[in-house]
């Protein structure tokens, strides 16, 4: 799964990954967690004639799906990732994956490795980001949850897939990766079927990602500064064999 993620990238360079999207100024964020706004990017209402820019925008969502169907929010579980392989006739996501796929931004992700309650060893964070820096877009899909009082909430998800070999040591889940060359394809939901877009969600190649042991302080939501990205020595995988060691450093799972 994906429970926590970052985006720490300049305005202007987010607007540029995503050709010419319109953004206001925003802060680096260290550690978003669910419940919390995120970004996300739409296909767009139609751009002024003439232009030969992608027609995209962003808007702000509550991390955490909710279907348009729920009654109370509040006897239904939280959403916050949707799995690739089920999402196109699971209930939950049936709709928006026909209607209202979108991109997520972000700098990268967190996860931990849990190893067994026999192994007697601690949960390590992982802070897992693009090998060659920048931004990456998650697939992601939207809900509008409407009360009875007519107020609106809008809401997402973040799709996850299989693990790739950089990251499976770690965890078996990761989010689904979508290339710029993609995006047009996958914002469309006009002509472009949830089985016609199913082959973009695949793991990443292997070495996309690099992988960083961090500190426990990410666990803490109300820790959000940028030494959360600064990276610990496992000391206890020092001296096994580097194919067994899960991070040390700044080692990559391939």
């Not at 079927?193 to 990602?209: C, I």
């Not at 961090?214 to 064999?241: C, F, Q, T, W, Y």
């Amino acid at each position: 799964m994906c429970g926590r993620f970052a985006l720490t990238c300049s305005v202007a360079d987010l607007s540029d990954f995503f050709s010419g999207l319109d953004l206001d100024d925003f802060p680096a964020r260290y550690n978003i967690a669910p419940t919390q706004p995120i970004l996300v990017v739409i296909a767009g209402e139609g751009r002024e004639r003439g232009s030969n820019l992608p027609d995209r925008r962003a808007v702000l969502v509550r991390w955490g799906l909710t279907p348009g169907w729920v009654k109370d929010p509040k006897d239904f579980p939280l959403l916050i990732n949707a799995r690739a392989e089920t999402a196109i006739g699971k209930a939950s996501f049936r709709a928006a994956m026909r209607h209202r796929r979108v991109l997520i931004p972000a700098s990268g992700f967190y996860e931990w490795r849990r190893p067994s309650k026999e192994s007697g060893e601690k949960p390590q964070a992982y802070w897992i980001r693009p090998r060659r820096g920048g931004v990456v877009a998650f697939a992601g899909l939207m809900e509008t949850w409407s009360s009875a009082d007519g107020s609106e909430v809008d809401t997402g998800a973040i799709l996850t897939t299989s693990a790739n070999g950089g990251i499976s040591a770690i965890h078996d889940r990761m989010p689904v990766v979508i290339n710029p060359e993609d995006f047009s394809r996958w914002l469309n939901c006009k002509t472009q079927e949830p089985r016609e877009v199913a082959d973009l969600m695949q793991p990443v190649q292997d070495d996309f990602f690099e992988t960083i042991p961090v500190s426990d302080k990410v666990n803490k939501v109300a820790n959000m500064g940028p030494d959360l990205h600064e990276p610990v020595v496992i000391e206890r995988l020092l001296n096994a064999p580097e194919k067994q060691r899960p991070g040390d450093g700044q080692l990559s799972f391939f």
